[in-house]
T-cell receptor, first 115, second 112 residues
Framework: GAGVSQSPSNKVTEKGKDVELRCDPISGHTALYWYRQSLGQGLEFLIY????????KSGLPSDRFSAERTGGSVSTLTIQRTQQEDSAVYLC?????????????FGPGTRLLVL | GIQVEQSPPDLILQEGANSTLRCNFS?????LQWFHQNPWGQLINLFY???GTKQNGRLSATTVATERYSLLYISSSQTTDSGVYFCAVSYQKKSSGDKLTFGTGTRLAVRP
């Protein structure tokens, strides 16, 4: 079946602008994650959604970052007033929930460049 | 939080050679995954292996949870095996999700 998809693939923006990144998880997967891969910090967790539970936002680096998940499916990560240090690859992952631990599957990522 | 260390950081192989990549982690885990990041940046699942041994073609992995390490074996390496290999772990408690903590990766280059 279809994997995790993300859009856009690449985004170039100017410092101070807002950006929205989209993630479509694998159909039926109830858990959704956002991670970020940057040169200085490696791969790091940002936020986690599981069903109707309150999201785990513990990895968001600042209050300029927010995310929502509508209808338990598509998720949008929003970065307000972008800074150059926000430049990174933003990765989305999803996981099934069958009452046991499962593999997380990653999308191709959105490459964000803040000029 | 859990610390994840991978070794070696860089590895150069001649095509056909075998290799072992190591992942050490600092605490109990109930999720451990190995990924290959290809030159286009895509993270490809290799193994979900919180314990035990698995094999998939030329690749195999072993996790010894009690000793807090995992090994990824690549046999008869091919140029297409080049890229970065990541180990990622999580420990899920009732109060938190199974967010993955990644190691810094092993960068593998296979020469023809």
């Amino acid at each position: 079946g279809a994997g995790v998809s993300q859009s856009p693939s690449n985004k170039v923006t100017e410092k101070g602008k807002d950006v929205e990144l989209r993630c479509d998880p694998i159909s039926g997967h109830t858990a959704l994650y956002w991670y970020r891969q940057s040169l200085g910090q490696g791969l790091e967790f940002l936020i986690y959604f599981q069903g109707n539970s309150a999201p785990d936002k513990s990895g968001l680096p600042s209050d300029r970052f927010s995310a929502e998940r509508t209808g338990g499916s598509v998720s949008t990560l929003t970065i307000q007033r972008t800074q150059q240090e926000d430049s990174a690859v933003y990765l989305c992952a999803s996981r099934a929930d069958r009452g046991r631990w499962e593999t997380q599957y990653f999308g191709p990522g959105t490459r964000l460049l803040v000029l | 939080g859990i610390q994840v260390e991978q070794s070696p950081p860089d590895l150069i192989l001649q095509e056909g050679a075998n290799s072992t990549l190591r992942c050490n982690f600092s605490d109990s885990v109930n999720n451990l995954q190995w990924f290959h990041q290809n030159p286009w940046g895509q993270l490809i699942n290799l193994f979900y292996i919180p314990s035990g041994t698995k094999q998939n073609g030329r690749l195999s992995a072993t996790t010894v949870a009690t000793e807090r390490y995992s090994l990824l074996y690549i046999s008869s390496s091919q140029t297409t095996d080049s890229g970065v290999y990541f180990c990622a772990v999580s420990y899920q408690k009732k109060s938190s999700g199974d967010k993955l903590t990644f190691g810094t990766g092993t960068r593998l280059a296979v020469r023809p």
